[in-house]
């Protein structure tokens, strides 16, 4: 059985290049936003085994949707404001499985993503 990536990201284009890039190894759950990205975690059908994650997002931003998810569950931060000084005083206190600064290389998230599953 795959492990199940749910994947928050406010950008269209991103959330389908992510998701075509993964899905081969992954089940891929996607969450247009924070609150969405919220919900399937509380109240979703699956269980999450990790979740990847935009900072900047309408509604429920990134650090927000972290600080509401349950401890046990790995988080990899993706974005382009890691330099952002609200994100990145935040992301010292929620120490998240991986931080990758947009843009990236696939490969560079596979590999974040294969650390945190030991792989």
Not at 19 to 39: K, N, P, T
Not at 73 to 81: G, H, K, L, M, R
């Amino acid at each position: 059985m795959k492990p199940t990536i749910l994947i928050v990201e406010d950008n269209e284009d991103i959330r389908k290049f992510l998701q075509e890039a993964l899905v081969e190894d992954y089940d891929i759950v996607i969450a247009g936003e924070g609150y969405a990205g919220l919900a399937e975690v509380m109240v979703g059908r699956q269980d999450i085994d990790l979740i990847i994650t935009d900072l900047q997002m309408p509604g429920l931003n990134g650090v927000e949707l972290i600080e509401n998810l349950p401890r046990d569950i790995p988080v990899i931060v993706i974005s382009a404001f890691l330099d952002h000084p609200k994100f990145r005083d935040s992301l010292r206190h929620l120490h998240p499985a991986a931080v990758i600064e947009k843009p990236f290389r696939i490969s560079e998230l596979r590999q974040a993503i294969q650390q945190v599953f030991g792989q």
